[in-house]
Nanobody
């Protein structure tokens, strides 16, 4: 069993930046960040493979977010910049323990989930 513990997040004004962290208690393969706003479907944001050699982002992010990981610390990060005003959402990290399975943007790929961190961007 792997536990994911998130930190960071909070409230920020439009145009600002936030950094989320997600520390894993054990070995993980691909890791991702997703978010879910109330009443909406979960939305994929970014994925990074264990080696860091494969990184994917949702098209709508337009280069504003950066995912990275430090395997020595078993931690994945999401640096969010140029944040846009939108409805509050819960940001969640996720970890896979296999390199195969559903596509990286599919929540079914992931076996473990962080506790979620609320992020609010005000105008």
């Amino acid at each position: 069993q792997v536990q994911l513990v998130q930190s960071g997040g909070g409230s920020v004004q439009a145009g600002g930046s936030l950094r989320l962290s997600c520390a894993a208690s054990g070995h993980t393969e691909g890791m991702a960040w997703l978010r879910q706003a109330p009443g909406k479907q979960r939305q994929f944001l970014a994925f990074v493979s264990r080696s860091g050699g494969n990184v994917y982002y949702a098209d709508f992010l337009k280069g504003r977010f950066t995912i990275s990981r430090d395997n020595a610390k078993n931690t994945v990060y999401l640096q969010m910049s140029s944040l846009e005003p939108e409805a509050p959402a819960d940001y969640c990290c996720a970890a896979a323990v296999h390199t195969h399975g559903a596509a990286y943007y599919n929540a079914l790929r992931y076996h473990y989930w962080g506790q979620g961190t609320p992020v609010t961007v005000s105008s």
